[in-house]
């Protein structure tokens, strides 16, 4: 089943839940482990390159998610009480906008001199503003900020789901895994 239905989640929102969430965590180390890199290491030229062009491809993929999302019937809510599923609601909420933060944050510091933003050399995304030392600094340092509030927020995530799945006992986890559950 590729779309969502009240009951599940599609093949289509579960492989873009699964690459969105491999392609955070590994941006995360990468750019956690480019932070300690020397100008002489290999990776201090080509983890940018790297970093930038999957950045790219993730925002794009987000808003492919989204537009989704919008599309496709929402799979009823497990969570036991209302106030429960609109605190799950709000935090997917936050997750966007963090993941949006990073990205354009990212796109701001990669163009702050004027040049595009390269995807694996297949396109750029020009430049739009050019940005001082200082403008640079700052949306480096939110990059890293909301960056690592992913991360936080994203464990709570995953927190929250093997909650539902070993202590709710309900589908929450299975149903963002098997697309074919039975109700």
Same mark, same amino acid.
């Given at each position: 089943?590729?779309? %969502?239905?009240? &009951? ?8 873009? &839940? ?7 965590? #590994? ?13 002489? %290491?290999?990776?201090? &030229? ?30 009823? %809510? ?21 993941? #949006? ?6 796109? #701001? ?13 297949? #396109? ?12 640079? %600094? ?25 909650? &539902? ?19």
């Amino acid at each position: 089943m590729l779309k %969502d239905s009240s &009951h599940n989640y599609g093949i289509v929102s579960i492989l873009l &839940h699964w690459l969105s969430a491999i392609t955070i965590i #590994f941006l995360f180390a990468l750019g956690v482990y480019m932070t300690g890199l020397s100008y002489y %290491d290999d990776w201090y &030229h080509k983890g940018p390159s790297l970093h930038i062009s999957l950045g790219i491809l993730l925002f794009f993929a987000t808003l492919l998610r989204l537009a989704w999302r919008k599309t496709n019937v929402t799979p009823q %809510d497990l969570a036991p009480g209302k106030a429960a599923n609109l605190a799950a609601k709000l935090i997917k909420i936050f997750l966007y906008l963090l993941i #949006f933060i990073v990205a354009i944050t990212g796109y #701001f510091i990669t163009t702050a001199e004027g040049q595009a933003a390269q995807v694996f050399n297949w #396109f750029g995304l020009p430049a739009t503003i050019e940005l001082n030392a200082d403008q640079v %600094d700052l949306a480096g340092e939110i990059h890293e900020y909301a960056a690592w509030l992913i991360i936080i927020i994203a464990t709570l995530h995953a927190g929250a789901a093997l909650l &539902h799945h070993f202590v709710f006992k309900d589908k929450t986890l299975k149903r963002m895994i098997f697309p074919n559950l039975k109700p």
